[in-house]
């Protein structure tokens, strides 16, 4: 992949309420994508990934991600966030022949309003 | 329980100094990764390795080092040639390709006093 972008440094929302936090990437080959989250003061850990079937994807926590190959999207959506979901989400994605390399994002930080 | 640990979580430095940062996994992954974040830059790769004795520099290895002398275990030094060392450091693992979820350590934040 040439680049991941993050469309959005911040999203805030109210508690209970939908978010989609956006992913776009560029790669003229096929990929396979990955939406981490990262709580404060922590490292990583996966949310997600598409390798291949279905576009909708769905991981922990209540959130899923679809794989959109024409508009090389990988969005990640909760239909109602709590709380606890205050955390930066982090989208990666690697190319097919690649065997170790993640290329990512800048990073979403989600603010849950109470 | 299996996982990854790095240590320590804190760690100052004054300048001029070397130091080394931890990186122990007991998950039998044969792939391991350095990464340095900054705010607002997302990650970024500083090496990593494949196979025990084989290391590659990622994107920005410039005033750092590895070694890979047993497969549980990934240190990085970060030396007084690092120009700006004040950073989050993450430690991964992987089973290697593309397609593998990496785990990650908890972290070590470095300061450069």
């Known amino acids: 992949a040439q680049s991941v972008t993050q469309l959005d440094s911040q999203v805030p929302v109210f508690e209970e309420a939908p978010v989609e936090l956006r992913c776009n990437y560029s790669?003229?080959?096929?990929?396979?994508l990955f939406w981490y989250v990262q709580y404060p003061n922590q490292g990583l850990q996966l949310l997600l990934k598409?390798?291949?079937?279905s576009t909708l994807v769905k991981g922990i926590n209540g959130f899923e991600a679809e794989f959109n190959k024409s508009q090389t999207s990988f969005h990640l959506r909760k239909p109602s966030v709590h709380i606890s979901d205050t955390a930066e989400y982090f989208c990666?994605?690697?190319?097919?022949?690649?065997?170790?390399?993640?290329?990512w994002g800048a990073g979403t930080k989600l603010i849950i309003k109470p | 329980d299996g996982g990854i640990t790095q240590s320590p979580k804190y760690l100052f430095r004054k300048e001029g100094q070397n130091v080394t940062l931890s990186c122990e996994q007991n998950?039998?992954?044969?792939?391991m990764y350095w990464y340095r974040q900054d705010p607002g830059q997302g990650l970024r790769l500083i090496y990593y390795?494949?196979?025990?004795?084989?290391?590659q520099k990622g994107d920005i290895a410039e005033g750092y080092s590895v070694s890979r002398e047993k497969k549980e275990s990934f240190p990085l030094t970060v030396t007084s040639a690092q120009k700006n060392p004040t950073a989050f450091y993450l430690c991964?693992?992987?089973?290697?390709?593309?397609?593998?979820?990496?785990?990650f350590g908890p972290g070590t934040r470095l300061t450069v006093l």
């Open positions: 991964a693992s992987s089973s290697g390709t593309g397609r593998d979820t990496q785990y």
């Open positions: 998950l039998n992954h044969d792939a």
């Open positions: 390795s494949q196979i025990v004795n084989d290391f």
């Open positions: 790669s003229s080959v096929s990929v396979y």
């Open positions: 598409y390798l291949s079937g």
């Open positions: 990666a994605v690697s190319e097919w022949y690649s065997n170790y390399q993640l290329i």
